[in-house]
């Protein structure tokens, strides 16, 4: 479904002697299997966005190839926007019809009949729970509903590969576990392919068959969640001492089985491999040594303990610290044409 191979992108930024070179997306290699579920994660200017371009033809690659559903994006960009359906950041701009029109031209415009599209768009307005919508102009509605009129907009057609870049953006919590669902139905009932960035470690955790972590333009791990979070860390262990006096006994017993221990106050952290093994027996040893506990916690390994370990960074500080940076002036870069849509 799509394959790609050493793909580059870098961009001019700045001018004079401020001129530099990014390296947005710095050798990526992917294959995505037909029917796969595939979430992009990773910080603010990773590179999810401009490699998502690339696949969709809307960037050129500066080095590497790629192919999407067997066409070359570069070479055969027309066939690859007509066999795609893509959902960008950045959404949609709409003109002055109404949202209903909009929607079907949209899917006359990848070859739908004029009722079909009707039809399939009034059914995706009613599972995107934008039902009475069909009327309304688009710059009339709310932010979640146009964010949801752009998921329309790119599966009226019913593409058997789908590109959603941050879909859920935006939306509320009750809208977004609406879309959730959808996406899972695109698989299960249409056995679509879907490509999903996303800034959300719960989303892509709870969507994804393989989970593709993206950091400084390089794929720096790409597995299930479950080995993701299997193989990289381990569980917390979190214990809450009742007396200060047996912090320091405390810490010792708990670094027999556990990495990474730490004390703050009368708590006192580590993180073991599996902690329904070896939870027991630390007990067991904290209860000879006359140390009574006021509670133990134990925390599987989320994505952001994933991310922690393989880039020394937590997603969610890389975002802050990125956020810092969103007004550098850059120049900009032409767009390698825009799909029809
Ligand atoms: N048109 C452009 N000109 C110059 N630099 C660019 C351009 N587009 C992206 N970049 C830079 O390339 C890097 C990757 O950006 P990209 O938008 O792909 O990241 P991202 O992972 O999608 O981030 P976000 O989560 O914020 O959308 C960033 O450093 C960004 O500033």
């Known amino acids: 479904m799509i394959h790609a191979r050493g793909l580059v992108q870098t961009f001019q930024t700045g001018r004079g002697k401020q001129k530099r070179e990014v390296r947005a997306v710095d050798g990526v290699d992917l294959d995505i299997a037909e029917g796969e579920v595939v979430g992009f994660l990773g910080p603010n200017g990773a590179g999810k966005t401009t490699t998502l371009r690339m696949l969709t033809t809307l960037l050129r690659p500066t080095a590497g190839t790629a192919t999407v559903n067997g066409y070359d994006v570069v070479r055969e960009s027309v066939m690859v926007r007509r066999s795609i359906g893509y959902v960008s950041q950045a959404g949609g701009t709409f003109s002055q019809a109404q949202a209903g029109d909009e929607v079907v031209d949209h899917g006359m415009l990848y070859g739908m009949s004029r009722s079909r599209a009707t039809t399939r768009g009034k059914e995706l307005f009613t599972q995107l729970q934008l039902d009475g919508l069909w009327e309304r102009m688009p710059k009339n509605m709310s932010g979640g509903q146009k964010r949801r009129l752009d998921i329309v907009m ?6 058997t590969l789908v590109f959603l870049d941050e879909p859920t953006t935006g939306l509320d919590p009750q809208a977004r576990a609406n879309l959730w669902d959808h996406i899972r139905r695109l698989r299960t009932d249409n056995g679509a392919t879907v490509f999903l ?28 969640p479950d080995n993701l979070k299997a193989q990289v860390s381990g569980d917390l262990v979190d214990l809450e001492i009742a007396d200060d006096a047996f912090v320091p006994v405390s810490a010792e017993k708990l670094a027999t089985i556990a990495t990474e221990v730490e004390t703050d106050g009368r708590r006192v952290r580590g993180r073991v491999r599996r902690a329904g093994r070896e939870v027991p027996g630390l007990l067991r040893d904290l209860d000879a040594a006359g140390v009574s506990l006021d509670s133990i916690e134990v925390i599987r390994p989320t994505l952001d303990d994933v991310f922690l370990t393989l880039t020394g960074r937590s997603l969610r500080d890389a975002q802050d610290e990125q956020s810092t940076d969103d007004d550098v002036v850059v120049e900009q870069v032409p767009a390698q044409g825009v799909p029809q849509s």
């Open 154 to 159: 790119g599966l009226v057609h019913d593409p």
């Open 197 to 224: 960035t996303t800034h959300y470690l719960d989303e892509a955790d709870e969507l994804s068959d393989r989970i593709l972590i993206i950091d400084n333009g390089r794929i720096v791990a790409a597995d299930t």
